[in-house]
């Protein structure tokens, strides 16, 4: 029973995290070479993270 509980919060987690990565990287996306949200090079740092956490 409290096993089930906590893999329901984790899953509940990972999909919080992959929401927030997909919303990232829709925001920080490819302007001319430069993300259009930091103003960096692209893909700057967020971007690359997101990436990351979408892959897993
Ligand atoms: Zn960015």
Known sequence: MVE???LTEASSEV???YQLA???LN???NANDLCA???CAFP???AVL???NLSL
Do not use: F, K, P, S
């Open 27 to 29: 925001e920080h996306t």
């Open 50 to 52: 997101a990436e990351h």
């Open 37 to 39: 949200v930091c103003g």
């Open 15 to 17: 999909e919080a995290l």
């Open 22 to 24: 997909a919303a990232v």
């Open 4 to 6: 089930t509980i906590t």
């Open 44 to 46: 700057c740092e967020r």
